[in-house]
């Protein structure tokens, strides 16, 4: 059994920020790869940012020297620090996990960001 659950969304004004938190079920070392995807109203879920067990992390390029993804080992969570925010962010972020030697994919719930004066 595996979850993942998102916290930290919500309502901030343009140039604002939010962390965004994932908690894993289980050892995050579980799984070889973990990271942040967002959809808007309408549109398909895109990639925001991963980061793998080796620390390797890669980021969109809508969001690269704004957003800063990390891992806490300690709590089982993955971290998304948004800064600079713009009302094109606003969109629902999903955790997103794949564990090793399976493969197998793993989607939390979501968090609703909304970036609005």
């Known amino acids: 059994q595996v979850q993942l659950v998102e916290s930290g969304g919500g309502l901030v004004q343009p140039g604002g920020s939010l962390r965004l938190s994932c908690a894993a079920s289980?050892?995050?070392?579980?799984?070889?790869?973990m990271g942040w995807y967002r959809q808007a109203p309408g549109k398909e879920r895109e990639f925001v940012a991963t980061i793998t067990t080796g620390g390797n992390i890669n980021y969109a390029d809508s969001v690269k020297g704004r957003f800063t993804i990390s891992r806490d080992d300690v709590k089982n969570t993955v971290l998304l620090q948004m800064n600079s925010l713009k009302p094109e962010d606003t969109a629902v972020y999903y955790c997103?996990?794949?564990?090793?030697?399976?493969?197998?994919?793993?989607w939390g719930q979501g968090t609703q960001v909304t970036v609005s004066s």
């Open positions: 997103w996990a794949r564990k090793v030697f399976t493969e197998y994919e793993y």
């Open positions: 289980r050892s995050i070392f579980s799984f070889n790869s």
